[in-house]
T-cell receptor, first 113, second 114 residues
Framework: GENVEQHPSTLSVQEGDSAVIKCTYS??????FPWYKQELGKGPQLIID?????GEKKDQRIAVTLNKTAKHFSLHITETQPEDSAVYFC????????????FGTGTRLQVTL | DAGVIQSPRHEVTEMGQEVTLRCKPI?????LFWYRQTMMRGLELLIY????????DSGMPEDRFSAKMPNASFSTLKIQPSEPRDSAVYFC????????????FGPGTRLTVT
């Protein structure tokens, strides 16, 4: 089955700086890679996703890159703000076979003033 | 537009009791997922349904756990009998597509078994 590793487990940045979270996956058949943000006491919220036919996707201050050859993908947050503080999860899935999402272990991001 | 609705939000029960968690998916979504989240094991998929039919229940930990989806707008996850190691946050998620794309999570039910 799919195995997703996520690093770092914790990340502290100053407001305005950039944050990068990295994930690797094991199943070369995986073709869908979402990122979720989970705030305290809430469910994970989908913030951006990328499919295997593109290498990069941006949405305002958030971007995701995908390297299929190396089987890794990354989340980039620019100009971080205190409200970006949360736990971020990456995930991978082979949607063609209706497989389940396999989640990484999460990164706790703390944006300090 | 209402998101995924879960009830109760918090449940405290004694070991051996039956626990039923409820979920209402987003209207029009045809896939529903039950997850369990703990510090030790992270987010684990327990079971998922497509068009009310269970597709993959390989994550259900043991026979004490069962899930049903009698119609497109309602699902339950039951634990009988409950044990302290079942204490976790249980999430329900729904998706407009078959499989795993674009899952939308509910607020979760925090279960404590004493």
């Amino acid at each position: 089955g799919e195995n997703v590793e996520q690093h770092p487990s914790t990340l502290s940045v100053q407001e305005g700086d950039s944050a990068v979270i990295k994930c690797t996956y094991s199943d070369s058949a995986s073709n869908y890679f979402p990122w979720y943000k989970q705030e305290l006491g809430k469910g994970p919220q989908l913030i951006i996703d990328i499919r295997s036919n593109v290498g990069e996707k941006k949405d305002q201050r958030i971007a995701v890159t995908l390297n299929k050859t190396a089987k890794h993908f990354s989340l980039h947050i620019t100009e971080t703000q205190p409200e970006d503080s949360a736990v971020y999860f990456c995930a991978a899935s082979d949607v063609g076979t209706a497989s389940k999402l396999t989640f990484g272990t999460g990164t706790r991001l703390q944006v300090t003033l | 537009d209402a998101g995924v609705i879960q009830s109760p939000r918090h449940e405290v029960t004694e070991m051996g009791q039956e626990v039923t968690l409820r979920c209402k998916p987003i209207s029009g979504h045809n896939s529903l997922f039950w997850y369990r989240q703990t510090m030790m094991r992270g987010l684990e998929l327990l079971i998922y349904f497509n068009n009310n039919v269970p597709i993959d229940d390989s994550g259900m930990p043991e026979d004490r756990f069962s899930a049903k989806m009698p119609n497109a707008s309602f699902s339950t996850l039951k634990i009988q009998p409950s044990e302290p190691r079942d204490s976790a946050v249980y999430f329900c998620a729904s998706s407009p597509e078959k499989g795993a794309e674009e899952q939308y999570f509910g607020p979760g039910t925090r279960l404590t078994v004493t």
